[in-house]
Nanobody, 119 residues
Framework: QVQLVESGGGLVQAGGSLRLSCATS????????MGWFRQAPGKEREFVAR????????NYADSVKGRFTISRDNAKNTVYLQMNSLKPEDTAVYYC????????????WGQGTQVTVSS
C-alpha cells in the first residue's frame, strides 16, 4: 500500500508563504494523479490543486489561482504546494491525496498537516 506523508504546515501571518510537501512511498499507477485538499473547521473538505505525474498538467481551485502552485519532483517522489499571499481563510488542515488517472475519486490520503494564517 502506497503511503503519503505531508509536511511543511505551520503558523504564518497573512501575506506570508508556506510550502507543503507530500512524499510518496512509491510511484505506481495508484499515484498517477496527485492532489491537495483542505478542510477548515466546520466546513466540508475542498479541492485545492492537482497535478498529473506524467504530463505535469495542473488544475487549481478558483480560490487559490495565482497564489498557490503545485509541482512535483520525480527524483524524490514528492509533490509540493507552494502557497503565497496567504489569507486567514486559507487556514485549514491540508491533505495530500492520490488516484489512478482514470478514477474519478481520490482514494489514497495522507494524515494531513495544519496550516494556520493569522490576521
Amino acid at each position: 500500500q502506497v503511503q503519503l506523508v505531508e509536511s511543511g504546515g505551520g503558523l504564518v501571518q497573512a501575506g506570508g508563504s508556506l510550502r507543503l510537501s507530500c512524499a510518496t512511498s512509491a510511484r505506481t499507477s495508484s499515484t498517477n494523479v496527485m492532489g491537495w485538499f483542505r478542510q477548515a473547521p466546520g466546513k466540508e473538505r475542498e479541492f485545492v490543486a492537482r497535478i498529473t505525474w506524467s504530463s505535469g498538467n495542473t488544475n487549481y481551485a478558483d480560490s487559490v489561482k495565482g497564489r498557490f502552485t503545485i509541482s512535483r519532483d520525480n527524483a524524490k517522489n514528492t509533490v509540493y504546494l507552494q502557497m503565497n499571499s496567504l489569507k486567514p481563510e486559507d487556514t485549514a488542515v491540508y491533505y495530500c491525496a492520490a488516484r489512478r488517472i482514470f478514477d474519478r475519486d481520490f482514494n489514497l490520503w495522507g494524515q494531513g498537516t495544519q496550516v494556520t494564517v493569522s490576521s
